[in-house]
């Protein structure tokens, strides 16, 4: 454990708890409301100049552009305007396939994100459904470059399908997995974009949207968990797969279903990664009414939201969520895979106490990383996403999914 800074480190044995930080904050803090047409355009510009979510990988002269076209907030000006920078790039890389393949993979994952940046943070209009169809595409194209490949899978599932996405690292075989879930307004694509340091690392992922959203089956309610309990049935028939090196890594609403699996899926995972995932208080209206106004989210949270669910109401939604508690159904205190729950203090759209609850719940032993400085899923100026990952997340994850020979069972759980 020597990766993790002890200053924000949270360990949770079964002997006891120990919480070395911030007893007197506030933990349901929030922030001002929806924003105008200006404010979005200036936050939106802001957040592509600083690189960071949902605005990341985008070109700041790019922005400036789109943003220029956008004259209100009706959702398709929004799709149309980022849609015809995404189309550009699309069309500039279908010239270089001839002549230069590695331009035309940088300019079909540049119209990717130009296209899901179009459709978010769901695809509620026509412009938008269109858009995120194009990312799909333009996702597909530069898949077709990637070394070692990408595999589309589909995977038979109560009638329909799960689509998901399968990269294993070269020269492994059978190799160590890791599924990952994306989160409530990302999808699938943006996970297998972004888990290329596990390859480096010897590691494979299967990637797929969680339900409710992208290419999901099913929407959000009480036992769709089935649906990654079957991935792990298929993943297990696969000899390229090591079965009994399987992690899950979420981030945001993913990990509502990563700590589902660490209990009802504790003898088939090495362990589990919730990073900003709701747990219990988040489903209550005292926390989601207010809580629905934060700034942290660029704008549309509430249609985001109950998207998952398949409601349109706010009653509608505000009475789905109680019966998704953890808690509620009984998880909490129960033998689970290991667990590393991380979070920020500061988070306005899952409260830190969510983490404190599962972390503080009993059980098998439990790892906590706490950003005091922290927003959503933990990340700051100091500390983004793509940090966390590498110095917190990954380590974590290797020392999990190690040989036998390397690491006893004992020491890992």
Same mark, same amino acid.
């Given at each position: ?51 960071v979510a949902p605005a990341?990988?985008?070109?700041s002269e790019d922005a ?35 002549t230069d393949k590695t ?67 070269? #020269? @492994? ?5 890791? !599924? ?5 307004? /990302?999808? %699938?694509? &943006?996970?297998?974009? +972004? ?114 669910? #398949? @409601? ?5 939604? !505000? ?5 998704? /508690?953890? %808690?509620? &159904?009984?998880?909490? +205190? ?80």
């Open positions: 454990m020597r990766n993790f800074d002890p200053r924000i480190l949270v360990r949770n044995a079964a002997s006891g708890v120990i919480l070395v930080l911030l007893a007197s904050i506030g933990v349901f803090a929030q922030s001002s409301g929806p924003r105008t047409l200006e404010e979005l355009k200036a936050e939106t510009q802001k957040r592509v100049d600083r690189n990341g990988g985008l070109k400036r552009e789109a943003l220029a076209n956008i004259h209100s907030l009706d959702r398709d000006e929004w799709a149309a305007a980022w849609s015809a920078i995404a189309d550009r790039s699309a069309s500039r890389a279908a010239t270089e396939e001839s331009k035309a993979q940088q300019d079909y994952l540049l119209a990717w994100r130009y296209y899901s940046f179009a459709r978010w943070p769901t695809p509620n209009s026509p412009g938008k459904a269109k858009a995120y169809q194009n990312a799909l595409a333009a996702f597909k194209n530069y898949a077709r470059f990637l070394d070692p490949p990408l595999e589309t899978v589909r995977i038979p599932f109560e009638g329909k399908e799960i689509v998901g996405y399968l990269r294993l690292p070269n #020269g @492994v075989r059978p190799a160590p997995l890791v !599924l990952t879930i994306s989160a409530l307004d /990302s999808r %699938k694509e &943006e996970s297998a974009q +972004g888990d290329a340091p596990l390859l480096r690392n010897g590691i494979g992922f299967f990637a797929v949207d969680m339900p409710g959203t992208g290419e999901a089956p099913i929407k959000v309610d009480v036992g769709a968990e089935r649906m990654f309990s079957r991935i792990l049935d298929y993943v297990q028939t696969r000899p390229e797969v090591d079965s009994k090196r399987i992690a899950v890594r979420s981030i945001s609403w993913s990990g509502y279903w990563a700590a589902k699996l660490a209990y009802l899926e504790r003898a088939r995972l090495r362990g589990v990664v919730i990073q900003g995932g709701p747990v219990d208080g988040y489903f209550t209206p005292e926390w989601q009414k207010p809580g629905l106004n934060t700034d942290e989210y660029l704008f549309d949270l509430f249609p985001a939201r109950a998207a998952i669910y #398949g @409601v349109k109401t706010l009653d509608e939604f !505000l009475a789905y969520g109680p019966r998704l /508690s953890l %808690k509620t &159904e009984g998880y909490l +205190g129960k033998p689970s895979a290991p667990m590393l729950i991380a979070n920020g203090v500061k988070d306005t759209q899952v409260p830190i106490a969510d983490l404190y609850t599962l972390l503080q719940s009993g059980g098998s032993a439990k790892e906590a990383w706490v950003n005091p400085d922290g927003g959503h899923t933990g990340r700051s100026e100091e500390w983004p996403n793509a940090r966390i990952f590498e110095e917190i997340i990954l380590p974590w994850i290797k020392a999990r999914l190690a040989p036998d020979t390397q690491v006893s069972r004992a020491q890992r759980e």
